[in-house]
């Protein structure tokens, strides 16, 4: 029944899919099957994901887990929590959904590609809904590189979630941004990029960010509010480039980029809208260069 339901999904009949897949769970659990209940399970939730039923969805996620985790399925277990944390994401529950995809994330660097590709997936949409929008194209392009080299683009929703995301990155970041982000990631093992993006992930205060959006968030990337804090600081275009270990031409990009997100034209106001958006302190603004003349 699953193999069935699968092609109904990718032919874009839901109806037909669900029948299949809630046949092949009551089948499955006549006969104890818990890999078969885990499997039927975890289409079920990505039907429901795809139709944005993200409570449906989240429920047989979390039995999928529990099946998983009661079989010893390692694989599954992964599966499942990048599967819980799209739909965490989905709902905008970015707190809980990032202990599941740093343990996903833990799990899957002793695991085979595929499996390291699928978690640098979800890392990406994470990332993005957080506004670290170069770090979540690190996670694309390597997971790119791989699929393009082993033709993995069997799942609709998932090309087109990459698609969206790869697409919205373009809009927010310069080119040559994100262009040397790109490169980055295809420059770089699954593993090294699955380690630095728990880093990020790991480090990105959620409580902050929640400030910052109730008053507006220009949506800065995480190295953009490195620079700002910076400027805020007072620092000079070379002094952010020797802190940040870059050049002093992308210090000085990153600080345009700044100032056009945020609709100001000098570093003071850069200072000022920090403060606002809780990325500086109010002594920061008396320390940034005022304009000349």
Known sequence: MVPIGILAYRRRAPGLGRDQFEEALALARGAG???GVAKALAHLG??????????RARACFEENLAVARRVGDREQVVMALCSLASAGVASS????????????????????????VRVLDVMAEWLVAVGCVEEAILCLAAADL????TEMDWDPDRVATRTGLIEQARRLLQRSTFELAWD???NASLVAIL???VQVIEGVDLGARAAVARTGDPLLSARERQVLALVADGRSDGDIADELFISKKT?????????????????VEIA???IRLGLATPAAAERAPRPRG
């Open 46 to 55: 990505r039907l429901a994901l795809t139709e944005g039923d993200v409570d």
């Open 33 to 35: 099957d818990a890999w």
């Open 184 to 186: 980055a990631g295809q």
């Open 146 to 149: 791989t699929r393009r080299d």
């Open 251 to 267: 210090a000085s990009v990153h600080v345009a980029h700044i100032k056009d997100k945020l609709g100001v034209d000098s570093r």
């Open 195 to 197: 380690e630095h993006a």
């Open 93 to 116: 529950e970015m707190d809980t959904s990032r202990p599941q995809i740093t343990e996903a994330a833990l799990s899957a660097e002793k695991l085979n590609w595929w499996y390291q």
């Open 272 to 274: 000022l809208a920090g």
